[in-house]
């Protein structure tokens, strides 16, 4: 039998210009520039994680900027259709003017009783705001970055949960429950005056913040990979033997999943799911701190050892780009 993931480790999606794409992130959402690496198996490529303020594994929603290299994805079946932030209750004013303030469409709903502000990023990637309550707040493992340009008390606490649409419910239920130790929370009926399909809510067993996957069901065809459009979605593994562990329970249910592949900052396994979402299981260590320190995360290109000798060649065919300005908002 398999472990059971706490949750959300990071979110990774496919940007257009790094420029843009990190000035949102950080200047709009007020999430810290933690690293700034390559993708390790393209080198040619930034490879952009922004968080809470050391990287905690829950908070971490990553990019790939493909710039004027990279088609625009269609979103589809086997894709992420949004990503959740938690925010604390009483934030859910300040940050709809905050997005609107940002020239953002902003829609704002209610979903199993909590408020949802849901809104576009530059490129298209879907997010979400959900104010899931004082004890949801109090479980968050976030740490707010004092120097960032969103007041401490408004800060995103880190994941709430992903949407994940499938042509049917049936096998990717399978993996989050019989695989990755989720449980059926609760369900909504499709809604045709609102334009709603039917959603079923999920929690790990092992609660606690960024526990929440949600499944929706569309009748798109299969999504096409690119910019706008989330590249996977991982899952926290304490460590080297649950990566294992994983691995036999994925091959048990006929899945094919990769060995484990040194991500520098954690160890991965990847495995693409029956409805067509790429899954990670993510070691949480040895963290950001790995190659900086913690107070100087994100303000140098880092790359892994192997690719040092190599330096002058990466930097040479990367775009351009300036770390964002942030001005505290505590000052």
Known sequence: MSPTTPGLHHVTAIAGDPQENADFYVGTLGLRFVKRTVNHDDTGTYHFYFGDEGGTPGTNITFFPWSDRGRQGKFGAGQTQATAYLIPTDSVDYWQDQLESAGLDVDRTNRFGDPVLGFSDPDGIRLELIAAGDDAVAESDATPWTDGPVPTEHQLRGFHSV???????????????????????????ADATSNANERRRYRSAAGGPASVVDLVETDAGRGRMGVGTVHHVAFEAADLDEQEQWREAYAEQGLTPSEVIDRKYFQSVYTREPGGVLFEMATTGPGFTADEDREELGTSLVLPDRLEDERDRIESQLPPFDEPGVTSADE
Do not use: R
């Open 163 to 189: 949407t994940l649409a499938v042509s049917g419910f049936g096998p990717t239920e399978t993996i989050l429950t019989d695989v990755l130790g989720y449980e059926l929370e609760a369900e909504t009926d």
